[in-house]
């Protein structure tokens, strides 16, 4: 939260949620990267806000930007990023696809099997390709989801295909899970990685960069740590395993470089009990999973809400959206402290919402717009 | 699947997954509502899909419409229903929209608290109240969600505070859950409806509404009663609770009018693996979550999927969203039998997806457009 938001806030008039995200946030967040991080490039990933005075900041600031599809890379380069700052970091791409991100001049991709290298080779012949491994160093899958990656054998053999297929068999990715709070997290996966690099130079396949992927985190309720212990942890793990010959690095924060510039603002529509013996309060918001606040699926991101009454007493509510379904609860299985003295009507703000929020608004549900956004 | 949408599937060139949707279905399904409960409005459930042309055609047919929000009575307006066949059926509703609505000639409006009856004494008096229901007839929640209703004591307090305030307290609604395949569902909350009626009536109050609500099934992959067997079912429960005062009554289908008439074709994008030892085939198709299929959230909806190779042996294989996000699995804890012939390119045929597809489509989340829709 920062003055700028509130004097806005204080200024606007109009009905409904909306976010409203402060770009001197954004580039307090990029120099921290690029201070902590002195070697590392940065690539944004677009998807976490594409807003286009986010997009425009940060490349004047001197970002590159991972995109995820055609279009984020059109409004990467509609914000003056030239195509050498851009990566098509979506592992999962229609072969068409590849061929107009390489018509746009994108030279580099990500792969995690061989069918999407061959896709590469036809339609963007020469560009440099990273594999995304799955496992930690010690061979262990990410416990978080499978989707994306494969097993680090495997990634050796992807890479050799690449090359022989005609690319440049350039490097490896990872991603260590999303809002991850241990900097030591990258250890495992930078040793995984130095051992690809052994296993193909052997082969004489020589790599160039490790993509150290997203996963820094920005404060939600509980204290993060800053973005140069993550640097200071990350350093260290490539000295400890690549030794004197560390390879070209970038990192792709999105919820680490927009997260805490946004703040939703909300407004209260209902206050009710489901019984006269129940004690708990159910708090009916004009936003929902549908309208901004999808990433609180299985109560995955639990925002800090500041109300006008959080010195008064508090007590534990379920929280909800304001569509017909039933699905459209934010906060039950672990019900959120709100004041008691909140009533019908009250606005709330809801922080850390610069990341992921907008662009999940679903186009229309229930009639409920898509989620306003103010840059400011 | 109709021999229309096959038709028109043929000879769309665009790319990108698409809805289409064949108004024929719709018609069909009308029909059988209406002739299944002969003495029951039919309600249609706008949020299951908003296209105008559903709407126009229902409103030629003389269906009525439950709406969500101000945006939904206004496209149930432009379609032709007259304000005396729509319902306001969402019990969170801002009181600026509750005036909006009562300008527009809305006056039915739902609640399941005092605190909205008060907005709408305020907002829209006069108007006709139903208060909705939680439990069934022996006292026990429905399962699914808390997040609509209160317990039938508390509903008979709310309606009498209607009253009180000068509106018409006219009835009471209940929801037996989404996609219900047994048709004997509606005897408990019918009981316990009779119950309020009776109590109310005591007190000089005369309820003459009961809500049937929605939980018509579409056929997925399992098969489910005819409309027909519903309507004896709910028949038989109101003669038993109600005798020979059988009070007015309506139903919202959503799913059970729009779902069966839709199919979505999706495009494979990629078929990997992520170990030479995984048997798993992951396939990943151009559509997801994100982008249209929000339903298969916890694989909640298991829609038939077809492709022109089903002759072939199948094997199980995780399907995914094209998106870079790693929630984006729509079928992995129960895998999903896919031809082993299916190759990268192949179109799919995602079948039963006329409801809750198009609206739910996030605006631009990765760059992916909203999903297409065709009515036709």
């Not at 500041?306 to 379920?318: F, G, Q």
């Amino acid at each position: 939260m920062t003055d700028r938001i509130i004097e806005f806030l204080r200024n606007r008039r109009e009905d409904g949620p909306c976010l409203v995200l402060d770009l001197e946030v954004v580039r307090d967040n990029y120099m921290a990267f690029a201070k902590a991080l002195p070697d590392t490039r940065v690539f944004y990933a677009v998807k976490a806000n594409p807003d286009p005075q986010v997009l425009d900041l940060l490349a004047r600031l001197g970002s590159s930007f991972d995109t995820a599809s055609v279009v984020e890379i059109e409004q990467a380069l509609a914000a003056g990023a030239t195509p050498d700052r851009i990566s098509f970091g979506n592992t999962i791409k229609k072969e068409r696809d590849i061929a107009r991100a390489y018509a746009l001049g994108v030279r580099l991709f990500a792969v995690d099997c061989e069918a999407e290298v061959e896709k590469i080779a036809r339609a963007a012949p020469g560009s440099k390709v990273f594999c995304r491994i799955l496992c930690a160093g010690d061979g262990a899958e990410w416990p978080l989801s499978r989707k994306f990656g494969c097993v680090p054998e495997m990634a050796a053999r992807v890479l050799e295909h690449a090359h022989r297929l005609g690319l440049v068999a350039y490097g490896l990715s990872f991603h260590v899970g999303s809002q991850q709070r241990n900097p030591k997290s990258w250890d495992a996966a930078l040793k995984a990685s130095a051992a690809i690099f052994r296993d193909l130079a052997e082969r004489g396949i020589n790599l160039q960069m490790v993509n150290l992927g997203g996963g820094f985190p920005t404060k939600y309720l509980r204290d993060v740590p800053a973005v140069k212990a993550y640097g200071q942890a990350i350093f260290r793990a490539l000295r400890k395993h690549f030794g004197n010959r560390i390879p070209e690095t970038i990192i792709e924060p999105g919820r680490g470089m927009v997260g805490n510039a946004g703040v939703i603002e909300a407004e209260v529509v209902l206050i009710s009990k489901k019984s006269d013996e129940d004690k708990m309060r159910w708090v009916y918001l004009d936003i929902g999973k549908f309208n901004g606040l999808a990433e609180t699926m299985d109560e995955m991101i639990r925002y800090p809400i500041r109300t006008a009454y959080d010195d008064d007493a508090m007590e534990p509510c379920v929280i909800a959206g304001p569509s017909c379904d039933s699905v459209d609860v934010l906060y039950e299985k672990e019900p959120y402290p709100l004041p008691l003295s909140l009533e019908i009507g009250a606005k709330v703000l809801i922080e850390g919402t610069g990341a992921y929020t907008t662009t999940y608004s679903a186009v229309g549900f229930n009639g409920f717009p898509p989620l306003k956004s103010y840059v400011i």
